[in-house]
């Protein structure tokens, strides 16, 4: 038995369908819940109480399939832009090689703000030093520098006198 459809082709149908057996993210495969089921005659109302879904996420979607536009499901991107990217990370990782010293700063190591500073300056990408300092616990890296174990030692012995 066909369904009846009020926007889409029966091949755009069958593409959806199918995209919903293969696609992996939640976020897509709700838009393409919301666009098949708009297409099926369902109301917005409907829609989010099948789904669960919010009514501007439904009304944005059915939107979409209204004016043509059902097949950009996964053109607009999912939540908000990565500023950060490979390169990016990359740099970060070389800049923790080097001294502040080889750019011109006074300072002997890096902290979070002026690699965030120095970053800014090379690749127009601006992210707070609270950001550098997650980036860096996720490489496995950090702006804290190791002591050694002699400086351990003359620490302990000062601390004793």
Known sequence: MEIQTHYLTP?????LLAKLDTESRPEY??????ILLADAGKSQTQIC??????QETARYWIAMLQTGLALRWYSQPMGRPKAVNDRYLERLQELLT????DY??????WTAHWLSKQLAKELSIEVSARHINRLLKEMGLST???RTTQEVEQMSVMSVN
């Open 104 to 109: 011109g700063y006074a300072f002997q190591y």
């Open 49 to 54: 109480a099948t789904l669960g879904c919010a």
């Open 98 to 101: 080097h001294s502040p010293r």
């Open 29 to 34: 495969r709700r838009r393409i819940e919301i």
């Open 11 to 15: 091949f755009q149908r069958q593409l």
């Open 144 to 146: 804290r520098q190791k």
